[in-house]
């Protein structure tokens, strides 16, 4: 199994930056065989969880157009772990980030337990 931990969050002035950071741990095989493209994504109290920005192992980038230019994502494979760089943030940025992996028929399968970013006005 993969375990996906993430760390970076906090409260920020708008404006400002955050970044935040998903560890993916588990067997050898497990990593090779479900940590390929990875994930962010951020959910809001009564709102559905939105897709932000997504990577393959390969470099391969997506973002929502509600964060293109603002925020970047990249990994490092060597230490299975993802970043969001999260430039020039705005209220509504505010949000509970899940770190994500291993789709399946379009949805991701493994979620990390989530962190809290929250962009002062």
């Known amino acids: 199994q993969v375990q996906l931990v993430e760390s970076g969050g906090g409260l920020v002035q708008a404006g400002g930056s955050l970044r935040l950071s998903c560890a993916a741990s588990g067997s050898i095989f497990s990593i090779n065989t479900m940590v390929n493209t990875m994930g962010w994504y951020r959910q809001t109290p009564g709102k559905q969880r939105e897709l932000v920005a997504t990577?393959?192992?390969?470099?391969?980038?997506n973002y929502a157009d509600s964060v293109k230019g603002r925020f970047t994502i990249s990994r490092d494979n060597a230490k299975n772990t993802v970043y969001l760089q999260m430039n020039r943030l705005k209220a509504e940025d505010t949000a509970v980030y899940y770190c994500?992996?291993?789709?399946?028929?379009?949805?991701?399968?493994?979620w990390g337990q989530g962190t809290q970013v929250t962009v002062s006005s």
């Open positions: 994500a992996t291993n789709w399946i028929n379009t949805v991701p399968s493994k």
């Open positions: 990577i393959t192992r390969g470099g391969r980038t």
